[in-house]
Nanobody
Framework: VQLVESGGGSLQAAGSLRLSCEFT???????MAWFRQAPGNERDGIAA????????RYADSVKGRFTISQDSAKNTLFLEMNSLKPEDTGMYYC????????????????????WGQGTQVTVSS
């Protein structure tokens, strides 16, 4: 399984950005997620989606501003980010799990066994 993120960049607060994660070799049955790691901080789960099925879960810090989705035809996971804030700055990682993940642990990195290299997002005030 390979995951390749793209779409990161630098922008001002209140702006929008869409991240993409192209995956290959994934059996497309499990769940996928986006994690964020700010400098000096732990890697935190911010959005996750069951595949197939589409049920989603978000961290409180991004709820209402970010949307996770997937395009099965294009083997791509997306993260639409709106109303960005400086505290959204960090390296964003795409992750995939090939086993069942309980709802309450969807945003726990220990449940994911495949990771991309990350894409940097920098939001200035």
């Amino acid at each position: 399984v390979q995951l390749v993120e793209s779409g990161g960049g630098s922008l001002q607060a209140a702006g929008s950005l869409r991240l993409s994660c192209e995956f290959t070799g994934y059996t497309y049955k499990g769940c996928m997620a986006w994690f964020r790691q700010a400098p000096g901080n732990e890697r935190d789960g911010i959005a996750a989606i069951y595949v197939p099925g589409g049920a989603t879960r978000y961290a409180d810090s991004v709820k209402g501003r970010f949307t996770i989705s997937q395009d099965s035809a294009k083997n791509t996971l997306f993260l639409e980010m709106n109303s960005l804030k400086p505290e959204d700055t960090g390296m964003y990682y795409c992750a995939a799990s090939t086993s069942g993940v309980a709802w309450w642990s969807l945003l726990e990195q220990s449940d994911y066994n495949y990771w991309g290299q990350g894409t940097q997002v920098t939001v200035s005030s």
